[in-house]
């Protein structure tokens, strides 16, 4: 059974920085394209950061670009977001997905339960 778990997530003011940390169980993170999902209220999951299974960026959200990286840590088998010049509008719950094709909420099959990242002014 696969587990996916964010954790990380916290309250920061403007133009502070977060590191999130996505860890799973029963699946090696390695071998899977992975993302960074994230969902404001009253709207829509998006893509944030996506990689492949070998490590290659294949989508980076224009909003985020230059502020957030991934990256990924195979010892620990965790994959990280690491989130810089934070704004309001980044506030959101935030998902790690597993399986991820094309950074698309429809193509990624494990979540987790998600990270909440709360941006005040």
């Known amino acids: 059974r696969v587990q996916v778990v964010e954790s990380g997530g916290g309250l920061v003011q403007a133009g502070g920085s977060l590191r999130l940390s996505c860890t799973a169980s029963g699946l090696t993170l390695a071998s899977y394209a992975m993302g960074w999902f994230r969902q404001a209220p009253g709207k829509e999951r998006e893509g944030v950061l996506c990689i492949t299974w070998s490590g290659r960026s294949t989508y980076v959200a224009d909003s985020v670009k230059g502020r957030f990286t991934i990256s990924r840590d195979k010892s620990k088998n965790t994959l990280y977001l690491q989130m810089n010049s934070l704004k309001p509008e980044d506030t959101a719950m935030y998902y790690c997905?597993?399986?991820?094709?094309?950074?698309?909420?429809?193509?990624?099959?494990?979540w987790g339960q998600g990270t909440q990242v709360t941006v005040s002014s």
């Open positions: 997905a597993a399986d991820v094709s094309r950074c698309t909420v429809a193509g990624a099959n494990y």
